[in-house]
């Protein structure tokens, strides 16, 4: 069976600090993607960015990175000069056999001015 | 192309009560999936459609629960003798057949059941 785990349940930082969230993918699939959902204040889910398995090369979008390590199947999202408009939960979600995705329990970021 | 629709936003019904919540995909969309949220938690899966066939239903999903989605576009979900532990955000999404671009989520249907 698989299992998502987002281990920090809260993290807090001030502004234009840097932010890294964690999760933990453990799957008995050779190949797998994941993807990543913003839930801000407001409640809509927001789809960020799908990462693959077969690619460990950082992933970098303005101030978002995503990096992936096969051999800890970790897929760390890290945010630079975090703003508050950040603030939010963040989601790892694996699509599992048909597509259906499971959601980590979610990591909230607090970023305070 | 306006997004995933729900409705309604707020559903307030008695304890034994039915009610029912409607979901507009995107029209495009072939699939389109029911999720449950309570505080504090992540979306926990319920159901899903490719078109008009269900092709996956959650242990979560009761026989108290059943959703429909006819000639494969709006879908509906029916909540029958409600009860307390039913309250929750109800959240559609849908996506093309494939899904690997992520979900379009809706703002959900707010269920409190008194």
């Known amino acids: 069976a698989q299992k998502v785990t987002q281990a920090q349940t809260e993290i807090s930082v001030v502004e234009k600090e840097d932010v890294t969230l964690d999760c933990v993918y453990e799957?008995?699939?050779?190949?797998?993607?994941l993807f990543w959902y913003k839930q801000p204040p407001s409640g809509e889910l927001v789809f960020l960015i799908r990462?693959?398995?077969?690619?460990?090369q950082n992933e970098i979008s303005g101030r978002y990175s995503w990096n992936f390590q096969k051999s800890t199947s970790s897929f760390n999202f890290t945010i630079t000069a975090s703003q508050v408009v950040d603030s939010a939960v963040y989601f790892c979600a694996p699509p599992t056999g048909g597509f259906k995705t499971i959601f980590g329990a979610g990591t909230r970021l607090f970023v305070k001015a | 192309d306006t997004g995933v629709s729900q409705d309604p936003r707020h559903k307030i019904t008695k304890r034994g009560q039915n009610v029912t919540f409607r979901c507009d995909p995107i029209s495009e969309h072939n699939r389109l999936y029911w999720y449950r949220q309570t505080l504090g938690q992540g979306p926990e899966f319920l159901t899903y459609?490719?078109?008009?066939?269900?092709?996956?239903k959650s242990r979560l999903l009761s026989d108290r629960f059943s959703a429909e989605r006819p000639k494969g576009s709006f879908s509906t979900l029916e909540i029958q003798r409600t009860e307390q532990g039913d309250s929750a955000m109800y959240l559609c999404?849908?996506?093309?057949?494939?899904?690997?671009?992520?979900?379009?989520f809706g703002s959900g249907t707010r269920l409190t059941v008194v």
């Open positions: 999404a849908s996506s093309p057949t494939g899904g690997l671009n992520g979900y379009t």
């Open positions: 459609f490719q078109n008009e066939a269900q092709l996956e």
């Open positions: 990462r693959n398995s077969f690619d460990e």
């Open positions: 799957t008995r699939d050779t190949t797998y993607y």
